[in-house]
């Protein structure tokens, strides 16, 4: 959320650049640039952790930094010094949707980091000590971050919103998940996902469409073929009424807030209506919840609203970190937020301000060919249409009043709601319980998630 960046005049909705597929059946996305010669890379999987098997919950994370870990030929040492010697950076990042290889490197090196990217993605090592390091790593990782209240906060969030469904699932797994993995199952996992017609590869920056497919084919010519695995994600039901769930930790005076309830899918015609009345709801710095929330009471310096989307219906969330001492005053204040959003909708001088700021902002989401890229694979990944994206400045200025606030009666709800916080739990569950609406509280310590 930003409010201090304003383009003279928005950005049109412009076409994108070459989309082609290998003979192989790899998608190949380009957005040129010769601004500065650097050039982005990004090796995409259409799957990710919604994949992960029950019980091993962080399978498709180990798998997919496994693939960072070298080759039959290469150790991991060996991959390192090759990208340090290409002054490139190679990261890994797994959603529930989808999992990331993202490289960046000056334009005379990118042959071969295409080649190095290839021998990774088609000879992956899968060694045994490599997959035992990354899983004690991971659990590291996870004991480190529960020092961080915001991610034990959403991660909570996540387990209380959606209960059994995949997108509860978290993409870390945890401790126990994580030990229960073995190389077979990396195997079968890289063996089922990485193959040819589940891959984008998105290149942006100084490279023309010539130059990039002579280097792909050769970098990738051994990709295994094969069709994507099939998607067949449940539709989403949560639990009925307002739940509280206290994430438990001793000493807190501050605490970590997230309100959630179904929100909408990509595919939803209502998705441009959501948009928009969910930024004038909570997605800038003027509009209904911060001004309440933070300019009026100077309870949270951070409060937004944020409208996920997915294959299925994700979450619409409420963050906010008030003190321990006005946290039931904050929540009790969005919930009522909550109510008149969802009831009464927003007003014709909010619907004006938010489409403003959504179509002139929009030129900072597309100044850079690395961001032009972005919405393209996220399109290739959900199977949208291109129209979905580039008609962004359209679809944002079509929408209405009526409409605005009719998509936020037919998919929000203000009466089924998780309300989870990272607080010390005594002080406050008296008053929780007593919120508007309440059915439940419970109470987890912190170091069970």
Known sequence: MTTSRRPTAPAPDAPWGPRWTTDAGMTVLLEESHAIPLVDVEVVLKTGALFDPQGKEGLGRLAARLLRMGTKRLKAEDVDEAIDSMGAALSVDVAHSMVRLHASVIRRSLPDLLELLGQLVCTPALRATDLGLVQRETIADLLSQRDNDRWLASRGLRSHLFGEHPYARPTFGNAETIQRVSRGDVADFLGTHVVAENIVLGVAGDVTEGELRAMVDRAFAKVPRGRAPEVTLPVPVIAKGRRVLVVDKPER????????????????PVFYPLVVANT??????TSRLVREVRSERGWSYAANARLGADRQR?????????????????????????????????????LSNARDYLVKSHAFDRDTAAKRLEPRLDAEVQSMPAEFYTHFVTSVGAVTLPRANEAVRARLS????????????????????????????????????
């Open 253 to 268: 005076t501050q605490t970590q807030i997230f309100l959630g309830t179904l929100g909408t899918r990509l595919a939803d």
């Open 280 to 285: 004038a709801f909570g997605g800038t710095f």
């Open 314 to 350: 994700e979450a619409w969330s409420l963050y906010t970190h008030p003190s321990a001492e006005n946290a039931v005053d904050c929540i009790a204040l969005e919930l009522s937020l909550i109510e008149k959003f969802v009831e009464e909708g927003i007003s014709a001088p909010e």
């Open 414 to 449: 203000h009466e089924d709601l998780s309300i989870v916080l990272v607080a010390t739990a005594a002080p406050l569950l008296d008053r929780l319980q007593r919120l508007p609406g309440v059915r439940e509280v419970s109470v987890v310590p912190f170091d069970s998630l």
